[in-house]
């Protein structure tokens, strides 16, 4: 165990930062609401798995034993007009519902490794936790906070409310006037429901639905947020220390989450909610139907209209390093050219310090201002991720420490100037920061400029499309490596590419 350092989080519940204490010591638990796997992972999504990735991170270099939950969702999560987004997956590629998951829960799994995530603790998948959702349906029953009618069960958000003022609506800051008066999710049989504000936490299954499972009030299949609170309780306890999520996820599903734990077990489910915000293109949200959007292969490609050239991964998760994961990042063409620039520097920084010589003078107890100031640094980067993982304070403090680097490399310091042991303490936080907190790695350039572990990546990712007889989305990576001027060849040892 490492020595304790005061950490403060940003509690969406509280709306305030706190002191993090967790229920036991020395031990984390943590949920993260994963991918619904029926499409490629979007760009925004990266953002937020990267963030949560940093502060697995941190948490586990303080020297906490953490266990990190992030599930799969396949199953339940019901589309605007009603459909399971996994069934309609199915339905339109003519392929059976698993075959969807298995698909994309594949190329969420390369696009992770691709930005250097670390792998959750535990990777549940909803449909593998039917058992553990109707039991939580059930226990809601009992305790009077949800109504069956005719083969479904709906959570009653009107009588839990009456009689727990406050919780409800508290997560989103929604005041309860508001959420009586909306009709939240866009359910089939909105009519049986007593109120709007109620919502499903079992459906009863029509004819065309692909995904069921029996229970004790109908052949049907989970709510969406249902998954989540079973999950999470049956791996982390009726209550743990974090949640998390995307900043979307906050109203309805983190909300009714709360709800459902309440309505279980009569506990709420974390002590410490944390939401990462948005990403923005050119200073707009998002949208598919204006064209307003990139994806990670275009950003790797370098095939959108948005960008004028390829980013590796590594400039890609610079690029969101610079920015508090509770702030917005607008991507710009310029924002990630500079993010580039800014990741080699640290990186041949880097190179510059591991080859600084340490001299073998003793400590005799004395510091120099040049010591005390390099200390100072160090310290305002841990400062900066103990308050709530602010990875733009830390990077910030790195690049200061770089000036000293780079005045001892060019004898603008003597040697002499620091001593041994705040040299090699510079070296092991470098190391510290860059690769183990950060998780940023070191990309191999060939001779002609092309990023030659970014290539392996994408095509590794063509392969895994190949295998999964996805001929569009292998012919759309080598046709954007083609514009980019790369040649891809396929032949009987094995793919290889060149320069074209």
Same mark, same amino acid.
């Given at each position: 165990m490492k020595h304790p350092r005061v950490l403060k989080l940003y509690n969406s519940l509280s709306g305030k930062k706190e002191i993090f204490n967790p229920i036991v010591p020395g031990h984390v638990g943590m949920y993260v609401c994963g991918p619904t796997v029926y499409s490629d992972v979007h760009l925004g999504n990266c953002r937020t798995f990267t963030s949560f990735d940093i502060i697995y991170r941190y948490l586990l270099h303080l020297g906490y034993k953490v266990r990190y939950v992030r599930n799969i969702t396949d199953v339940g999560h019901l589309t605007d007009d009603g459909e399971d987004r996994m069934a309609k997956g199915a339905k339109v590629a003519q392929l059976e519902p698993m075959e969807v998951a298995q698909h994309y829960s594949v190329g969420f799994h390369d696009m992770m490794r691709i930005f250097n995530n670390m792998p959750p603790s535990i990777e549940p998948r909803a449909t593998g936790h039917i058992p553990e959702q109707i039991e939580m349906v059930q226990d809601i029953l009992d305790r009077g906070y949800?109504?069956?009618?005719?083969?479904?069960?709906?959570?009653?958000?009107?009588?839990?409310?009456?009689?727990?003022?406050?919780?409800?609506?508290?997560?989103?800051?929604?005041?309860?006037?508001?959420?009586?008066?909306?009709?939240?999710?866009?359910?089939?049989?909105?009519?049986?429901?007593?109120?709007?504000?109620?919502? !499903?936490?079992?459906?009863?299954?029509?004819?065309?639905?692909?995904?069921?499972?029996?229970?004790?009030?109908?052949?049907?299949?989970?709510?969406?947020?249902?998954?989540?609170?079973?999950?999470?309780?049956?791996?982390?306890?009726?209550?743990?220390?974090?949640?998390?999520?995307?900043?979307?996820?906050?109203?309805?599903?983190?909300?009714?989450?709360?709800?459902?734990?309440?309505?279980?077990?009569?506990?709420?489910?974390?002590?410490?909610?944390?939401?990462?915000?948005?990403?923005?293109?050119?200073?707009?949200?998002?949208?598919?139907?204006?064209?307003?959007?990139?994806?990670?292969?275009?950003?790797?490609?370098?095939?959108?209209?948005?960008?004028?050239?390829?980013?590796?991964?590594?400039?890609?998760?610079?690029?969101?390093?610079q920015a508090h994961y509770r702030s917005t990042l607008d991507i710009t063409d310029d924002g990630l050219q500079a993010?580039?620039?800014?990741?080699?520097?640290?990186?041949?920084?880097?190179?510059?310090?591991?080859?600084?010589?340490?001299?073998?003078?003793?400590?005799?107890?004395?510091?120099?201002?040049?010591?005390? !100031?390099?200390?100072?640094?160090?310290?305002?980067?841990?400062?900066?991720?103990?308050?709530?993982?602010?990875?733009?304070?830390?990077?910030?403090?790195?690049?200061?420490?770089?000036?000293?680097?780079?005045?001892?490399?060019?004898?603008?310091?003597?040697?002499?100037?620091?001593?041994?042991w705040v040299l090699e303490r510079m070296k092991s936080a470098f190391n510290t920061f860059l690769f183990d907190i950060f998780g940023l790695k070191e990309e191999v350039a060939k001779e002609d400029g092309t990023v030659e572990n970014l290539m392996e990546l994408i095509l590794e990712l063509r392969a895994n499309a190949r295998a999964q007889k996805d001929w569009t989305s292998s012919d759309k990576i080598r046709d954007a490596l083609a514009g980019a001027g790369i040649q891809v060849k396929d032949g009987k040892e094995g793919v290889s590419w060149e320069k074209a």
């Open positions: 949800a109504y069956e009618r005719n083969g479904s069960v709906y959570f009653n958000v009107i009588k839990f409310s009456q009689e727990h003022p406050g919780i409800y609506g508290q997560l989103s800051g929604r005041v309860i006037d508001e959420l009586m008066s909306e009709t939240r999710d866009n359910l089939k049989n909105q009519e049986e429901k007593s109120h709007p504000a109620d919502f !499903a936490i079992w459906m009863k299954a029509r004819p065309q639905d692909l995904m069921v499972w029996k229970s004790p009030w109908s052949t049907g299949f989970p709510g969406w947020h249902l998954e989540c609170s079973a999950m999470s309780t049956k791996y982390l306890g009726k209550t743990f220390d974090i949640h998390g999520g995307g900043n979307d996820l906050k109203f309805p599903h983190h909300e009714n989450e709360v709800a459902q734990s309440n309505g279980a077990c009569g506990c709420s489910p974390a002590n410490y909610w944390l939401h990462t915000n948005m990403l923005l293109l050119n200073g707009k949200k998002m949208s598919k139907s204006d064209g307003n959007t990139i994806n990670p292969p275009q950003l790797f490609s370098g095939d959108s209209e948005h960008i004028s050239k390829a980013y590796s991964p590594m400039a890609i998760r610079f690029f969101m390093l993010a580039e620039k800014g990741f080699k520097k640290l990186m041949d920084t880097y190179a510059l310090l591991q080859k600084l010589p340490v001299d073998a003078r003793e400590f005799d107890g004395s510091e120099t201002e040049h010591d005390r !100031a390099i200390l100072a640094l160090i310290e305002d980067a841990y400062q900066g991720m103990d308050d709530d993982f602010n990875t733009a304070i830390a990077l910030a403090s790195l690049s200061e420490l770089g000036g000293y680097v780079n005045k001892l490399t060019h004898k603008q310091l003597a040697q002499s100037d620091v001593a041994p």
